[in-house]
Structure formats: C-alpha cells, structure tokens
C-alpha cells in the first residue's frame, strides 16, 4: 500500500488559477449564497413603513450624515465587515479562469461597482423597512468594506490559492492548511465587532463598567453555569492551536504551548480591553493556555495511538455534541 501523497492530483487543479475545480465550480454560488445573506440581514425584521415609492425615493435621496457613539460606531464596522466577503468572493469569482500572478483592473473595478450598486439597493430598500436607519455613513463604510475586499484579495491571491490546493489535499499539509485558517479566523472573530475606543472619554466609561478584571470581570459571569460554560469553551477552541504548533515544532513541551497560548490570550483580552463590547480578564488567558497545552497532548496522543482504543466512544460522543 502507498503512502498517502501531500499533493492532490494535477488533474484536480484549474489549469489557469490553480484552485482546485470542486472549489472554483462553487464559487459563484458562494458569492451568490452570501450576496442573498448580505440582502436578507439588511432587511430583518421585515416590518415594513406603508409609504409609497415616491415618499421613499425623497426619503432616500434626503439622507445625512451622522456624529456616531461608541454604539452606533460598532453597526458601523459591522457594515464594512458585512462587504468585506461579498468584494472578495465576487473579485475570486471574476478572476477564476485567470493565472494567480495575473490581475485584471477591468474585473476588480466590475466588482467594485456591484458592490456599490448593492448596497445603494440595500440602503434603498430600508427605507421601507422599520426600524432600519439610512444615512451616508452606511454607503461609506459598505463602499469602504467593498474596497478592502478586493484589496484583501489582490494581497493574497497566490497564498490564497496555494492554501486551497493544500486543504484540497490530505495529510499532514492539508491539516496545517486548515488550521491556519481555522486560527486566523478565530483571531478574527474575537475581535468582532472591531469598536475600539477612540477617545479618553469613551475610556474613562469602559472602566466604569464591569466588562474588565485581573481574574475574572463580573460582565462574563452572570451565573455560575454560563461561567463554567464560557471558559469551557475558550479551552475547546484553543485545541487546534496545540495541534498546529505540536505539528510544527516535533519536541514541543506542554509548558511551551502553553505560553504560547497565553500569549495569544494576552493580545485577545488587551484587544478586548479597548473595545467598547469587549470583556477582558485575567482568567482568558490561563483558559488559552491550557487549551494550547491540551492540543498538544491530543495530538501526541493520537499519533502514538494511545486514544485508539477510545475511537468507538469519541466516535460516539461527537454524534451526541451535534444535537446541542
């Protein structure tokens, strides 16, 4: 029996983009799945204003722009960060059939003015919908979250690529593909929704709140069964991390995964920190850090093949997971 190989089949890949074909047949539906999703969220909950379609019109054509606080902010970089994958999606879409090093001007500007078109329409549409508000800062912040999609794009288009042909694959390669992923975007969502505090002020009203402790801030613990779960959950999320560093350094220590995952808990929970709705405490970062630990050990653990015999119980136990 061969060895498994790290590289899928030539014949899997586009001969012109290098994504594989499964993931390049499915991405105008992706970008079509999400362009349906971006429409949607934006017209929740449906209640609709019984005004007519001219009374609309010089409503929309009427907007201003608005002073935001440190609340309204945080809706505001939620619209950039709606259209951030909607530019990019469309951007891979449209340079599908092209070489990774080839960029197209014509398709990136395309793009672009789709975006925009979308979401004047959106806005449009609010219009009618209550409570939605309109203003010019929302086709700012979509505009500017259209841009810094197709700019995400034009940075990482080879590694983009690369990253996908590596998944696509098996083995060792693909898992650590993966995982990179997987780490990039947990960083990436806890930092979401991004309204960092801009002003003294604003500082001044967070560290009145109970959002931030040495140990553990009052903010994260309501009761005592929603406590335990939260920091259940930080260790569970941290496992791939042990995984991928076990998987990169061969003679990697419990202790030293373990700093490197309090390390990341230490950037999350300062991040945190400068975040209007961020929670930040001491006790993250001791969770992060056993998390990392814990990866490690699984993932010397199941290459040794000590956990074999538990295969038919985890097996089990992770059908069970899926219903809660």
Partial sequence: MSAPSDNPPVASRNPRSGIPLTQTSSLGWIAFAYLIFVVY???????????????GWDRFVDIRYLNLGVVSRADWIANILLYIPLAFLGVVWAHRNMPAHRVSALRMAAVLIGCVLVAFGVEFLQVFVKPRTVSINDLVAETLGS???????????????????????????ALAAAL??????????????????????????????????LFLAPASCPDALRCVAKLAAEVIVMLPLGVLVAMRQARISLWQAALYGALLGVFVETMQFFMASGVSQGLSVVTRG???????????????????????????????????
């Fill in 41 to 55: 969220g934006s017209l929740i909950p449906f209640e609709f204003r019984p005004i007519t379609f001219d009374q």
């Fill in 180 to 213: 990179t992923f997987y780490l990039l975007i947990y960083i990436g969502l806890s930092l979401f929704p991004y309204d960092f505090l801009i002003s003294a002020k604003e500082l001044s009203w967070k560290l009145s709140t109970a959002r931030q402790h």
């Fill in 147 to 173: 841009a810094m999609g197709i700019t995400l794009w034009y940075a990482t288009r080879t590694r983009l690529g690369q990253g996908l042909i590596a998944i696509a694959g098996d083995g060792h390669r």
């Fill in 290 to 324: 056993i998390g990392a630990a814990l990866g490690v050990k699984l993932y010397t653990g199941l290459r040794s093949g000590a956990y074999q015999q538990f295969a038919p119980v985890i097996a089990r136990l992770i059908m069970l997971a899926v219903v809660p």
